[in-house]
């Protein structure tokens, strides 16, 4: 070890001896530069500084991806014997082939679940390999939370989902109350996220529902289907279903969330109070009710709530995002712009991030800014009718109006009507 350090050190003095020889004999040439030279130059450093932060980016969205599929090849093999409301955590390792290795229990729930977490990674083999740039062999930790398990992003592998409707679609058109086709297309539906895709879906559950009233799970995917239309009366309504039936944390979640879309601010405070007795150090619910909070135009309490949540855990970005809402409210722009900086660099792929900035900074005069935010927004989601809603106002303030009636055509067919004093 200490002879390897000082070949270290020997080859560290010898660079330096050469780099410092090399910079003593070059003085004269950087002298005798031209200003034609200096600016290559210093085009050339900036186009490098480019290139790697394209690099950067690029190896961002495929681990993003990798581990989008990482969780689907798990999530298939996970097969516990019953239900459970509570979740696990495991930890291990992926070799460069990728084979798991020691596989544990982070956070354990009871022997069953525990079991079947372990099963499904050992089942699961071979993983997916890791992308050639990380590094071998990478350190996963995997939560078998069935909101994290059962999400979907703009990282599916769409191609699969359109065969999966296509095939069930087959199904379908030689029976069509095949329950498990209705399902499986269903499920699809929602992954592509597109409004036909998901008035599909919607259509698709609805069916499944009469045809199994007891099944809660398919309940649950239809509130989904209704939340995403934005059909604040069938979401309520079938998520009071859902709740009724089942008042796990998904469906407590979705209730209090309708409460809240249709005004019934007391109610969702009384069902987040009972339901924080129930999962008093769940995230996701002090974060519901700091939202319900700042619709009941409460923005103190809800800052209060958001500094409860982060002491449970400190990198919840929807804490973050809330309380930049409500120092928003309170006209405490400064720092309303830290917390959303904080919850986008805790959580890059969620567009509502980038759209609140947008927001502010649209309201601070921040024009140049806001259309970077929207722009942000609109990578992740191309159909947002919100950011191009931001990025029109934003480029009319710009006199740049050719842009902004483009995004405003655009944002008005995606049910976006902008009016010139709208922020």
């Known amino acids: 070890m200490l002879a390897n350090q000082s070949i270290r050190n020997c080859a560290l003095t010898l660079l330096l001896s050469l780099t410092l020889c090399h910079s003593l004999s070059g003085c004269r040439e950087e002298k005798e530069m031209s200003a034609e030279d200096r600016e290559k130059e ?10 790697e932060k394209s690099e950067r980016a690029a190896h961002q969205i495929e681990i993003r991806r990798y581990v989008k599929d990482l969780q689907e090849h798990i999530k298939s093999k996970f097969h516990p014997t019953f239900a459970s409301a509570q979740f696990g955590i495991i930890s291990f390792e992926i070799d460069g082939n990728g084979r798991p290795n020691r596989v544990k229990i982070v956070k354990g729930v009871n022997p069953e679940i525990n079991r079947a977490m372990i099963l499904a990674v050992e089942a699961a083999r071979p993983l997916p390999k890791p992308p050639a740039f990380m590094d071998d062999p990478v350190s996963i930790y995997f939560s078998f939370d069935p909101r994290v398990l059962h999400s979907s992003s703009r990282f599916d592998d769409k191609d699969r989902i359109k065969e999966t409707i296509k095939a069930s679609t087959v199904k379908l058109q030689e029976n069509p109350q095949d329950k498990e086709a209705l399902a499986s297309r269903g499920r699809a539906c929602l992954a592509m996220n597109d409004l036909l895709s998901v008035k599909q879906a919607a259509k698709d559950l609805s069916l499944l529902c009469s045809l199994e009233p007891g099944e809660t799970k398919y309940l649950t995917l239809a509130v989904r289907a209704a939340r995403r239309l934005g059909d604040d009366k069938s979401f309520l309504e079938l998520s009071e ?11 407590t979640l979705n209730y209090i969330e309708a409460l809240t879309y249709s005004g ?8 987040c109070s009972a339901a924080l007795k129930k999962f008093p150090n769940d995230p996701d619910l002090g974060c519901m009710t700091a939202y319900v909070y700042l619709h009941y135009d409460k923005p103190l309490d809800c800052l209060n709530q958001c500094e409860r949540v982060l002491k449970i855990e400190p990198d919840q970005a929807m804490a973050y995002a ?4 409500a ?5 405490n722009y400064k720092e309303a712009m830290q917390a959303y900086n904080l919850s986008i660099s805790l959580n890059e792929d969620d567009e509502f991030n980038y759209l ?5 900074n649209n309201l601070l005069g921040k024009f140049d800014k806001a259309i970077k935010d929207a722009t942000a927004a ?21 006199g740049l109006n050719g842009q902004a009636q483009k995004d405003k055509s655009r944002a008005a067919s ?9 922020k």
């Open 42 to 51: 210093a085009k050339s450093r900036e186009q490098r500084r480019e290139r």
């Open 327 to 331: 120092y928003t409210t309170l006209q």
């Open 378 to 398: 609109l990578t992740i989601d191309p159909e947002c009718g919100q950011a191009f809603y931001y990025r029109a106002f934003a480029n009319a303030a710009l």
């Open 322 to 325: 809330y309380k930049g809402d």
């Open 356 to 360: 609140r900035r947008a927001r502010l």
């Open 414 to 422: 995606l049910g976006y009507l902008l009016s010139t004093d709208s």
């Open 264 to 271: 019934k601010y007391q109610e969702a405070l009384s069902a």
């Open 241 to 251: 279903q859902a709740f009724q039936a089942e008042p796990d944390l998904e469906n």
